[in-house]
């Protein structure tokens, strides 16, 4: 979603420390001061206004009201993001999680985004939208749909279309 | 508006107005019939559905379960098709004593249903059912506990420690006395403990008693067949003369200054049969099932009764009915969907419709774009479909007497409004008076209607409301009460201003000075918990964990 943003003419904001790699070959487009919000470090939100700032659902509760915001939930299925977390860490020489966690993990996360869905619903200050990467891959040109009248940008335009590419989609659930 | 400083509430779950009156009239329960004679008294309705969880999340919010998002004990995951246990984190909107805290006033609240985990509160809280079996953090501040034990010199239980069993009944009222005992001298510890504005106790075996020996009061009922010439009722009367001095005595101690409601969540009555819905939908073929081996096998040994109704005997027959009742609590689902016929088994991709839920017969539509294996088209063919089910239900007779099973069929938008709408299940069929839709396991039973089991009553639409004190009229009727006008009546009696996004309405015809209520815009009511993140303190740690070694955190 952020390699798409970036064609649609957004700005990133983005320090691209965090490199390419087997798992993510496109990059991660992150930003690190934003994975310290929780301990209070909003110094950087000043200069993220009317850009695209990538953050994980665990901190959004963490963004201050003061603010507009307009979100683009990324939600997949609960499974390919727990396989897809477990190779990762196994690429990375940590650890994954038996099959029996995984379930947990699932049940877990599912309770969290009840609950972060609940929270951005009585936000009045954030503005919602939900995209679901499994259906992004299979119809890229409906499901952008959505995020073009979200954000007001032109999206349907084979350059963006052809950023959605199905061979990244490897971390299928049970795979 | 009135300024007043006290309101008490009394929570008798589950207890109807017309039995209480009825004991009244045979000489019981004088404390109760002095409230009544001295206050304002009438019938309460509950929430649709009428069961305990979505009754005190309205109670305690003065908001219909669009608002509150609780519909159920359970709430349906968006991910999966597996239901979880709704507490506070999944509720919406703030608990009226969440309100009365940030305006500093002092409150006191044990054993509300649904109401843990605990969020800190100006004065104290001990939560109450759906509080896990084995929690230890359920009340707050945190010597809170301690202190309460050695006031009332006894362990503090949440759950009864005795379920009914007609072999042995005298164990179970002997626990329940005990229990209530044990929970009027803990209301009677936080009185004396805060100088509190607002006080609320519930006494939830009320609930627990009637339905599981309303048959001992009703010698009709098709539990009775053996002894219906017995007058059995004199146990239940007796733990409500107990109930009944144990409210007095609490009464006596809030002062003549207090306010005083004693309410419930809903009515209670006779159940003599049950509906289970899934296993409707399976014949009519809204349920497909795989065609794996294993699913076939379970389906054969479905027909064959091994179904959760069986494993209910099979306790019953060992005495473990006690075990299996709160500590396996929902937590046993897991195994039982393994065992049995489940969802585990259904083929989503060629399901249209299916059911979860109790009391009321709650569908809900396998939505493309909503389920995660969602069929169904939103539109048309959404509408459509709803339309046909809504008749088909409507058509469900009793196969003996041919008498419609179906009282009325109500599409969700025309019972909740609110930001959790897309929560509540499709369709809500409301069963006779005297059926109860099954909603245990997925498919509970192999029989679509049967008699029902394990309890004799089931809940009904109307439960009770008495209002008496310094500030409500004497000796007075009041008509169209809701539970959801209970928050913003308590906000008036204390002077305070409503919060204009609550939908119940003060009950000014209750006061003998009403004047005018008074609202406050409500730009955003977050919750209690709402930017909380759904997983419990262990969890978080856990996610945490696993976030940083992602890279995700820092």
């Known amino acids: 979603m952020m390699q798409i943003l970036d064609q649609a003419g957004l700005t990133l904001l983005t320090d691209q420390l965090r490199k390419a790699d087997l798992d993510n070959e496109r990059g991660y487009y992150e930003y690190e001061p934003v994975k310290l919000m929780k301990d209070g470090e909003l110094a950087w939100m000043r200069s993220a206004r009317g850009k695209a700032v990538k953050i994980i659902s665990h901190l959004l509760v963490h963004l201050p009201a003061s603010n507009h915001y307009q979100v683009i939930f990324m939600l997949r299925n609960l499974p390919e993001v727990v396989a897809s977390q477990n190779r990762m860490l196994e690429n990375k020489g940590e650890k994954g999680t038996t099959s029996a966690a995984n379930e947990d993990l699932v049940r877990i996360f599912s309770a969290h985004l009840q609950a972060t869905r609940r929270w951005l619903a009585d936000q009045p200050n954030i503005q919602t939208v939900f995209v679901d990467y499994n259906r992004l891959i299979q119809n890229p040109a409906k499901t952008l749909g959505t995020v073009e009248g979200f954000l007001g940008l032109s999206l349907e335009r084979p350059e963006i279309l052809s950023i959605v590419d199905p061979k990244s989609y490897r971390q299928r659930a049970g795979s | ?554």
């Not at chain 2, 010199?153 to 329940?176: C, H, I, M, R």
């Not at chain 2, 101690?253 to 003599?272: C, F, K, L, W, Y």
């Not at chain 2, 004497?474 to 002077?495: F, K, M, S, V, Y």
């Not at chain 2, 609202?519 to 009511?525: F, K, L, T, W």
């Open chain 2, 1 to 554: 508006m009135q300024s007043l400083s006290k309101v008490f509430v009394i929570g008798l779950d589950g207890v109807p107005l017309d039995l209480i009156e009825a004991w009244i009239e045979r000489g019981h329960l004088p404390r109760l019939k002095s409230l009544i004679e001295r206050g304002v008294t009438g019938k309460l309705k509950s929430t649709v559905p009428h069961t305990s969880g979505p009754a005190w999340s309205s109670f305690m919010t003065g908001k219909n379960p669009g608002k509150t998002g609780v519909y159920d004990f359970l709430y349906r995951d968006k991910d999966s098709y597996s239901f979880l246990p709704n507490n506070t984190h999944t509720r919406g909107g703030k608990a009226i004593w969440d309100i009365l805290s940030e305006e500093g006033l002092k409150v006191g609240v044990m054993n509300v249903p649904m109401t843990y985990p605990v969020a800190p509160v100006n004065g104290a809280l001990i939560s109450g059912f759906l509080t896990p079996y084995y929690a230890k953090d359920y009340f707050y501040p945190a010597d809170l506990l301690e202190r309460l034990e050695v006031k009332i010199g006894q362990k503090y239980y949440v759950y009864p420690l005795e379920t009914f069993n007609d072999s042995n009944p005298q164990a179970y009222f002997d626990a329940s006395h005990k229990m209530l005992d044990m929970q009027t001298a803990s209301i009677s510890f936080l009185m004396e403990d805060l100088d509190w504005n607002f006080m609320m106790g519930v006494f939830f075996d009320t609930d627990r008693i009637l339905h599981q020996v309303w048959h001992y009061l009703d010698p009709k009922h098709p539990m009775r067949k053996q002894d219906a010439e017995i007058d059995k009722s004199g146990p239940v009367i007796e733990y409500f003369d107990h109930l009944d001095r144990c409210i007095g005595q609490l009464v006596d101690q809030a002062g003549p200054e207090a306010n005083i409601i004693v309410m419930s969540d809903h009515g209670m009555g006779a159940a003599h049969n049950m509906i289970t819905l899934n296993t409707w939908l399976l014949n009519h073929k809204h349920i497909q099932l795989k065609g794996s081996p294993f699913t076939q096998l379970k389906r054969i040994l479905f027909r064959l009764g091994f179904t959760l109704r069986f494993s209910h005997r099979l306790l019953a027959l060992f005495k473990l009915e006690k075990h299996a009742e709160y500590k396996l609590l929902y937590s046993a689902d897991k195994i039982l969907k393994k065992v049995f016929l489940s969802f585990n088994d259904v083929d989503w991709k060629r399901t249209a419709v299916y059911s979860v839920g109790r009391d009321i017969g709650p569908l809900f539509i396998n939505l493309k774009g909503r389920e995660p294996l969602g069929v169904v088209e939103s539109g048309e063919e959404y509408t459509r479909l709803r339309s046909s089910l809504a008749q088909a239900a409507s058509a469900m007779t009793d196969p003996k007497t041919g008498t419609k099973l179906a009282r009325r069929v109500l599409f969700r938008e025309d019972v909740y409004t609110g930001p959790y709408l897309d929560m509540a299940p499709d369709l809500i069929i409301e069963p006779g008076d005297e059926d109860v839709f099954y909603g245990l396991s997925d498919f509970g039973s192999n029989q679509v209607y049967e008699p029902f089991y394990r309890y004799s009553g089931m809940h009904r639409a109307h439960g009770m409301l008495v209002m008496h004190g310094p500030d409500f009229k004497t000796n007075e009727r009041i008509q169209g009460a809701e539970i959801i006008d209970l928050a913003p009546t308590i906000l008036h009696a204390l002077g305070r201003a409503i919060p204009d996004d609550m939908d119940g309405r003060p009950l000014t015809a209750a006061f003998k000075h009403p004047g005018d209520p008074q609202y406050r815009a409500v730009a955003q009511d977050r919750g209690e918990t709402t930017q909380d993140s759904g997983y419990s303190h262990e969890e978080s740690y856990d996610i945490e964990d696993r976030l940083r070694k992602l890279g995700y955190l820092g």
